[in-house]
């Protein structure tokens, strides 16, 4: 079983991820180029499932991070593929995503030195 502070790296991992792959995109570029989308939803996919699976104590220790919203936002990633608004995604990719590993590196930090 993976403990908290392998779950934290990985979304950190998959955060920097998402980072190289939007990194010089406009939004209009990644708009339209359906690869780019589907694999920064799946990185974004990956940081939901394991912000899942972390621990309550962390949670409720870090309640200043939007736990619920990124493990909702992954919920309607993978159930709701044909619905989704990709300007979302574009907004979390690039606005909460650093954002989020500004917020998980100090958990890291703080937890595991």
Do not use: C
């Not at 694999?39 to 736990?67: F, K, N």
Request: no cysteine; hydrophobic share 40%; proline share 2%.
């Amino acid at each position: 079983m993976r403990r908290d502070e392998q779950r934290l790296t990985d979304i950190l991992d998959a955060l920097e991820t998402v980072s190289r792959f939007v990194l010089s995109k406009s939004q209009a570029e990644f708009l339209h180029d359906e690869v780019l989308r589907y694999a920064v939803a799946q990185q974004l996919t990956v940081v939901g499932e394991a912000a899942a699976r972390i621990s309550a104590e962390v949670h409720q220790r870090y309640d200043h991070v939007p736990w619920a919203d990124i493990i909702g936002f992954r919920n309607i990633v993978v159930h709701e593929y044909f619905g989704i608004d990709w300007t979302i995604v574009w907004r979390t990719a690039t606005d909460q995503g650093p954002e989020l590993h500004r917020q998980i590196t100090e958990i890291m930090k703080k937890e595991f030195g």
